[in-house]
């Protein structure tokens, strides 16, 4: 996709720990069916979650291998719900213009 992402986007994005806990590797395959950002990019916006207190992370062994976790926190939950609401605003509003063209009836 051409569009870029931000850090509102990459929050909301990551958020998706709200439905299950998902590991680093998982969330960027997810992220990158919107976006061509690298792997690398990723675990920054992810230790910022978690010093801002959004997420925890927490290891698990896998096939002998360990995986970090991450989990939404409850504060977490609610920075999502607000991002998911101007996510809903913001799509509308863009929708309204590319469809209208911008002109309001008077």
Do not use: C, H
């Amino acid at each position: 996709m051409i569009f870029p992402m931000n850090t509102p986007m990459f929050d909301l994005l990551v958020s998706i720990t709200e439905k299950e806990d998902a590991y680093g590797y998982q969330l960027s395959q997810i992220i990158k069916r919107v976006s061509n950002t690298k792997d690398s990019t990723l675990y920054p916006v992810l230790k910022r979650l978690q010093e801002q207190g959004f997420l925890t992370a927490y290891d698990q062994s896998f096939q002998g291998r360990n995986r970090r976790y991450y989990r939404i926190t409850e504060t977490g939950r609610r920075q999502y719900q607000m991002l998911s609401e101007e996510w809903d605003a913001y799509r509308m509003a863009v929708d309204q213009i590319v469809k209208t063209g911008g002109i309001q009836d008077e």
